[in-house]
Nanobody, 123 residues
Framework: QVQLVESGGGLVQPGGSLRLSCAAS????????IGWFRQAPGKEREGVSCISASDGRTYYTDSVKGRFAISRDNAKNTVYLQMNSLKPEDTAVYYC????????????????WGQGTQVNVSS
């Protein structure tokens, strides 16, 4: 059974850091592009970052460039999102997802989704 499980969320003060993990099972993760998405209350789900399976290219939405970094460990079947210099506007439920094509931040292209992990950035 295909499964993606996010972890690592929590409460952090502005300027702090968190590292999110996305553990995959039931499929070969290194054959898929993996994306991180987030959704704040009352807002649309937003693409944050993705990493390609074949060439390792990464993409970030403008609001997180220079602050977030995506990486993968194929041996552990896990993708990470390192989040630094966190801002209150980063508060959201963060989801990881997998697609069989090219890395993209388009929500509709992703085939498999995790359940999400809550990130709260507040003083």
């Amino acid at each position: 059974q295909v499964q993606l499980v996010e972890s690592g969320g929590g409460l952090v003060q502005p300027g702090g850091s968190l590292r999110l993990s996305c553990a995959a099972s039931g499929f070969i993760l290194d054959h898929y592009a993996i994306g991180w998405f987030r959704q704040a209350p009352g807002k649309e789900r937003e693409g944050v970052s993705c990493i390609s399976a074949s060439d390792g290219r990464t993409y970030y939405t403008d609001s997180v460039k220079g602050r977030f970094a995506i990486s993968r460990d194929n041996a552990k079947n896990t993708v990470y999102l390192q989040m630094n210099s966190l801002k209150p506007e980063d508060t959201a439920v963060y989801y990881c997802a997998a697609e069989q094509g090219v890395c993209t931040l388009m929500v509709a292209r992703y085939l498999y989704w995790g359940q999400g992990t809550q990130v709260n950035v507040s003083s």
